[in-house]
C-alpha cells in the first residue's frame, strides 16, 4: 500500500485506536454490542481464516443474507485482504441469484439459513464457488462461518491500494440482464466524505441500519456512520413498530429513507407514543407530505439527493426546504454537466443527461468493456438519468432517457424490459409494455399493458402470478391491463409515450 493510499480496513485499524471502547455496532436482533476494538480483533479474525482457506487479493467473496454483524465484518475481512465482496440481493429468484455469482464468479459464499435450500438447490450450477458457509447460527448442509474465527488474528499483510476493487454491486437489468458496478476503496471514502459532511455526522450520532447492505445506500450509511465513530444500530429486517423502539432507546440521530419507511415510522410512533424527536436528519426519496409531516413532528431536517450505485450514491444533496422539488445542489468533488445527445452542454435551464466525473465515479462494469467504454465516453460518466440546473444550481430530475427507461418501486431499481422480457414467455401474450405510474404507499408502482394473441383469456392475477414465480417478486407488476392493440410508430414499434398518456 502506498503513501497516499487510505482502505476502509485502514479506517478500521484507526478507529480501533480513536474510538476504541466507543459502540461501534448494535446488534438488536441478539441485544449485542460490540465496540470500534473489538469489531478490528473480529475483523482480523476472519482476515485470517479466509487467508487460510485461501482467500487471495482480488478474489470475489459472495454473501446473500440480511443485514447483520458478521455480513459487515465479512466487509471488513475482505478489505483486509483485498478481496472483494459481492452481496446478492436476496430478493432475487434462485436464477437470478445464480446468474449474479455467475458473473463474477466468488470462490467462496457466505449464506443466510433461510436462504439455505435456495442455495442448495443451484449449488450444482455454480462452479466457481469452493465453500459455502452459513452466516447463521443453523449451519443447515454448509459449514459454520464460526469456525474461521477460531485463530489469533494473525494474517500476512496485503498491498492493497485506494484504487482496488471493494464490492460489486449489481444494478437493475437495462438491457434484460443486470450488470456489475465495481466500487474502489476510494470510491468508499469518497462517499463516506461527502455523507459525513452533508449530515455534519459526529462521533455522537446514531444511524439506524434499515436499508440493506446489497444496496449501496445502505453499505454507504453503514461505513459513513463508522468513519464518524457513530454508532450503527442494526435491525436485520425493517419493523417499524421495532423501529420507533430502537430510535427512542438510543437516540437514533440518522437514517436513509425509501418510501414507505418514514411514513411507517411516523404512523408507528403515533399508535405506540414512542418519541422519535431525535431523529434529526433523514435523507432519501419521499412524498412531500411525508416529508412535511415527519419535519412538523421532530424539527428535523429531510436531505433530498440524486445518485447511483456507479457514483457511490450522492452526487447532489440539500436540504429539502432550501428548493422543494429539486435534489439539491452538487456535492464536493461532484463535477456535474448537463449534456445533449451530441455530448455538448445545454444552456442552464434546459434539459439534459446527468454526467459525472470526480473521485465518486465507480471503476466500471464488471467483464463489460464495451458498456463501460460507453458510459464513461468523452471523459464523463454518463448517467442515464435527465435532469436541470436552475439559476441557482439545484438539480432538478426529470426521468431517464428513453433506452434506460427505469421505475423505482420502493427505491428498488426496475428496468422494464427485464419485466417485459418475462411477461412476453407467457403463452398467450403477444405485445407488451411496461411503465411507471404513480403509488400513494411505493411512490412508484409498476404496470403492464397487454395484448393477448387471437382468442386467448388471461386474468391479471395470473399474470402477476406467473412473473413473480419467475423474478424477484419487487419486479412483478402491481397493475394489469389488457388491450386490442397497442399504439404503434411509424415504423410499427410500440409507441411507449402514447402508452403512458392512454394507460400511465
Same mark, same amino acid.
Given at each position: 500500500?502506498?503513501?497516499?493510499?487510505?482502505?476502509?480496513?485502514?479506517?478500521?485499524?484507526?478507529?480501533?485506536?480513536?474510538?476504541?471502547?466507543?459502540?461501534?455496532?448494535?446488534?438488536?436482533?441478539?441485544?449485542?454490542?460490540?465496540?470500534?476494538?473489538?469489531?478490528?480483533?473480529?475483523?482480523?479474525?476472519?482476515?485470517?481464516?479466509?487467508?487460510?482457506?485461501?482467500?487471495?487479493?482480488?478474489?470475489?467473496?459472495?454473501?446473500?443474507?440480511?443485514?447483520?454483524?458478521?455480513?459487515?465484518?465479512?466487509?471488513?475481512?475482505?478489505?483486509?485482504?483485498?478481496?472483494?465482496?459481492?452481496?446478492?440481493?436476496?430478493?432475487?429468484?434462485?436464477?437470478?441469484?445464480?446468474?449474479?455469482?455467475?458473473?463474477?464468479?466468488?470462490?467462496?459464499?457466505?449464506?443466510?439459513?433461510?436462504?439455505?435450500?435456495?442455495?442448495?438447490?443451484?449449488?450444482?450450477?455454480?462452479?466457481?464457488?469452493?465453500?459455502?458457509?452459513? &452466516?447463521?447460527?443453523?449451519?443447515?448442509?454448509?459449514?459454520?462461518?464460526? =469456525? /474461521?474465527?477460531?485463530?489469533? *488474528? +494473525?494474517?500476512? #499483510?496485503?498491498?492493497?491500494?485506494?484504487?482496488?476493487?471493494?464490492?460489486?454491486?449489481?444494478?437493475?437489468?437495462?438491457?434484460?440482464?443486470?450488470?456489475?458496478?465495481?466500487?474502489?476503496?476510494?470510491?468508499?471514502?469518497?462517499?463516506?466524505?461527502?455523507?459525513?459532511?452533508?449530515?455534519?455526522?459526529?462521533?455522537?450520532?446514531?444511524?439506524?441500519?434499515?436499508?440493506?447492505?446489497?444496496?449501496?445506500?445502505?453499505?454507504?450509511?453503514?461505513?459513513?456512520?463508522?468513519?464518524?465513530?457513530?454508532?450503527?444500530?442494526?435491525?436485520?429486517?425493517?419493523?417499524?413498530?421495532?423501529?420507533?423502539?430502537?430510535?427512542?432507546?438510543?437516540?437514533?440521530?440518522?437514517?436513509?429513507?425509501?418510501?414507505?419507511?418514514?411514513?411507517?415510522? &411516523?404512523?408507528?410512533?403515533?399508535?405506540?407514543?414512542?418519541?422519535?424527536? =431525535? /431523529?434529526?436528519?433523514?435523507? *432519501? +426519496?419521499?412524498? #412531500?407530505?411525508?416529508?412535511?409531516?415527519?419535519?412538523?413532528?421532530?424539527?428535523?431536517?429531510?436531505?433530498?439527493?440524486?445518485?447511483?450505485?456507479?457514483?457511490?450514491?450522492?452526487?447532489?444533496?440539500?436540504?429539502?426546504?432550501?428548493?422543494?422539488?429539486?435534489?439539491?445542489?452538487?456535492?464536493?468533488?461532484?463535477?456535474?454537466?448537463?449534456?445533449?445527445?451530441?455530448?455538448?452542454?445545454?444552456?442552464?435551464?434546459?434539459?439534459?443527461?446527468?454526467?459525472?466525473?470526480?473521485?465518486?465515479?465507480?471503476?466500471?462494469?464488471?467483464?463489460?468493456?464495451?458498456?463501460?467504454?460507453?458510459?464513461?465516453?468523452?471523459?464523463?460518466?454518463?448517467?442515464?438519468?435527465?435532469?436541470?440546473?436552475?439559476?441557482?444550481?439545484?438539480?432538478?430530475?426529470?426521468?431517464?432517457?428513453?433506452?434506460?427507461?427505469?421505475?423505482?418501486?420502493?427505491?428498488?431499481?426496475?428496468?422494464?424490459?427485464?419485466?417485459?422480457?418475462?411477461?412476453?414467455?407467457?403463452?398467450?401474450?403477444?405485445?407488451?409494455?411496461?411503465?411507471?405510474?404513480?403509488?400513494?404507499?411505493?411512490?412508484?408502482?409498476?404496470?403492464?399493458?397487454?395484448?393477448?394473441?387471437?382468442?386467448?383469456?388471461?386474468?391479471?392475477?395470473?399474470?402477476?402470478?406467473?412473473?413473480?414465480?419467475?423474478?424477484?417478486?419487487?419486479?412483478?407488476?402491481?397493475?394489469?391491463?389488457?388491450?386490442?392493440?397497442?399504439?404503434?410508430?411509424?415504423?410499427?414499434?410500440?409507441?411507449?409515450?402514447?402508452?403512458?398518456?392512454?394507460?400511465?
Amino acid at each position: 500500500m502506498g503513501l497516499y493510499d487510505v482502505t476502509f480496513y485502514d479506517l478500521i485499524t484507526q478507529n480501533a485506536v480513536v474510538y476504541g471502547g466507543y459502540s461501534a455496532w448494535y446488534e438488536a436482533d441478539d441485544d449485542k454490542t460490540v465496540s470500534f476494538s473489538q469489531f478490528k480483533d473480529m475483523v482480523d479474525c476472519l482476515a485470517a481464516g479466509l487467508q487460510k482457506k485461501g482467500i487471495k487479493k482480488g478474489d470475489r467473496i459472495g454473501v446473500l443474507g440480511q443485514n447483520s454483524l458478521a455480513y459487515f465484518t465479512l466487509y471488513g475481512a475482505a478489505a483486509a485482504l483485498g478481496a472483494v465482496m459481492l452481496p446478492v440481493n436476496w430478493r432475487l429468484s434462485a436464477e437470478e441469484v445464480a446468474f449474479n455469482l455467475n458473473d463474477c464468479e466468488p470462490v467462496i459464499l457466505f449464506v443466510d439459513p433461510e436462504f439455505q435450500e435456495m442455495i442448495s438447490g443451484v449449488r450444482g450450477q455454480l462452479p466457481s464457488i469452493q465453500g459455502v458457509y452459513s &452466516l447463521g447460527v443453523d449451519k443447515g448442509p454448509f459449514e459454520e462461518m464460526a =469456525s /474461521l474465527f477460531k485463530n489469533e *488474528g +494473525l494474517f500476512e #499483510p496485503v498491498d492493497v491500494a485506494g484504487t482496488d476493487g471493494f464490492v460489486i454491486i449489481h444494478t437493475a437489468a437495462v438491457a434484460g440482464r443486470p450488470r456489475g458496478a465495481l466500487l474502489s476503496h476510494g470510491n468508499l471514502l469518497c462517499a463516506n466524505l461527502v455523507l459525513n459532511y452533508g449530515f455534519n455526522l459526529g462521533s455522537g450520532d446514531v444511524h439506524l441500519n434499515l436499508l440493506p447492505l446489497f444496496h449501496v445506500g445502505g453499505l454507504f450509511m453503514a461505513t459513513n456512520t463508522f468513519q464518524a465513530g457513530a454508532q450503527n444500530i442494526n435491525m436485520r429486517k425493517f419493523d417499524a413498530t421495532k423501529a420507533v423502539d430502537l430510535i427512542e432507546k438510543f437516540k437514533v440521530s440518522i437514517l436513509f429513507d425509501f418510501s414507505p419507511i418514514l411514513s411507517s415510522i &411516523l404512523d408507528a410512533g403515533e399508535k405506540t407514543g414512542k418519541n422519535i424527536g =431525535s /431523529l434529526r436528519a433523514v435523507m *432519501g +426519496l419521499d412524498t #412531500p407530505d411525508i416529508i412535511e409531516a415527519y419535519q412538523k413532528k421532530t424539527g428535523g431536517t429531510f436531505y433530498s439527493l440524486f445518485g447511483q450505485t456507479e457514483t457511490s450514491c450522492v452526487v447532489t444533496m440539500g436540504p429539502y426546504n432550501d428548493r422543494p422539488g429539486s435534489a439539491g445542489r452538487p456535492v464536493s468533488l461532484a463535477m456535474v454537466q448537463l449534456l445533449d445527445d451530441n455530448g455538448v452542454p445545454v444552456p442552464q435551464g434546459e434539459v439534459g443527461e446527468i454526467a459525472v466525473k470526480g473521485p465518486m465515479v465507480f471503476k466500471g462494469y464488471w467483464n463489460l468493456p464495451q458498456d463501460t467504454e460507453a458510459t464513461f465516453r468523452n471523459g464523463w460518466h454518463h448517467t442515464g438519468d435527465l435532469g436541470r440546473l436552475d439559476v441557482d444550481g439545484y438539480l432538478w430530475y426529470s426521468g431517464r432517457k428513453p433506452e434506460k427507461e427505469l421505475i423505482k418501486p420502493g427505491g428498488e431499481n426496475v428496468y422494464p424490459a427485464e419485466v417485459e422480457k418475462v411477461i412476453l414467455e407467457h403463452p398467450v401474450v403477444e405485445r407488451t409494455a411496461v411503465i411507471g405510474i404513480p403509488d400513494p404507499k411505493w411512490k412508484e408502482a409498476i404496470k403492464a399493458v397487454c395484448q393477448l394473441k387471437s382468442g386467448q383469456d388471461l386474468t391479471p392475477e395470473a399474470l402477476i402470478q406467473f412473473v413473480g414465480e419467475r423474478i424477484a417478486r419487487y419486479k412483478k407488476p402491481q397493475y394489469v391491463v389488457f388491450v386490442t392493440e397497442m399504439p404503434e410508430t411509424a415504423t410499427g414499434e410500440i409507441d411507449r409515450q402514447k402508452v403512458k398518456e392512454l394507460y400511465g
